[in-house]
T-cell receptor, first 114, second 115 residues
Framework: SQQGEEDPQALSIQEGENATMNCSYK?????LQWYRQNSGRGLVHLILIRSNEREKHSGRLRVTLDTSKKSSSLLITASRAADTASYFC??????????????FGKGTHLIIQP | DTGVSQDPRHKITKRGQNVTFRCDPISEHNRLYWYRQTLGQGPEFLTYFQNEAQLEKSRLLSDRFSAERPKGSFSTLEIQRTEQGDSAMYLC?????????????FGPGTRLTVT
């Protein structure tokens, strides 16, 4: 089963606008990661936010984490055509022992209109 | 290029045939992961290795699937007696460590089509 669920499933905005996508997860986490996937470059890690962090920035990306609501958001400011991609949140599959690997949501498909 | 590489990039096979995929991780990464991704879905975990030891396998990994990482470097994923339901993108990733605290570097994937 998938731990994270992104919302919306699809988003289309004009170039230059901001894009916000959300992720909800089910169990407690130590950290949460966001990845981007497009046909040209495959899955690329964007940012990791730890459970004791509320907000993190990386260039035009801003990620927030609310552990009380088990949710995270990814904001892309001043969007560009190259931001067109699918965006996934991911959390660690297990909480201990031998469990490892990531659980991904279904993703938000972002389209930037020129 | 020092990223994760996968070979082949595309594979078309007939149902019932065996296929093998290869993944070369980033050299200093001790953890290697295999995922499967179908259209419109996120990647789903299949198995992972720490060095040469396979530490966990998902329920998705039926007995037709086997993975190895013989010397703790490259890994292979074999699917025996392929079925149409095996058609998917198979992704390999590597990381410096585990526990979800390290970013995973993904390869470009091997797209399998079973006819």
């Amino acid at each position: 089963s998938q731990q994270g669920e992104e919302d919306p499933q699809a988003l289309s905005i004009q170039e230059g606008e901001n894009a916000t996508m959300n992720c909800s997860y089910k169990t407690s986490i130590n950290n949460l990661q966001w990845y981007r996937q497009n046909s040209g470059r495959g899955l690329v890690h964007l940012i990791l936010i730890r459970s004791n962090e509320r907000e993190k920035h990386s260039g035009r990306l801003r990620v927030t984490l609310d552990t009380s609501k088990k949710s995270s958001s990814l904001l892309i400011t001043a969007s560009r055509a190259a931001d067109t991609a699918s965006y996934f949140c991911a959390t660690r599959r297990g909480s201990g022992g031998g469990a490892d690997g990531l659980t991904f949501g279904k993703g938000t498909h972002l389209i930037i209109q020129p | 290029d020092t990223g994760v590489s996968q070979d082949p990039r595309h594979k078309i096979t007939k149902r019932g045939q065996n296929v093998t995929f290869r993944c070369d991780p980033i050299s200093e990464h001790n953890r290697l992961y295999w995922y499967r991704q179908t259209l419109g879905q996120g990647p789903e975990f299949l198995t992972y290795f720490q060095n040469e030891a396979q530490l966990e396998k998902s329920r998705l990994l039926s007995d037709r699937f086997s993975a190895e990482r013989p010397k703790g470097s490259f890994s292979t994923l074999e699917i025996q007696r392929t079925e149409q339901g095996d058609s998917a993108m198979y992704l390999c990733a590597s990381s410096l460590g585990g526990g979800g605290s390290y970013e995973q570097y993904f390869g470009p994937g091997t797209r399998l089509t079973v006819t």
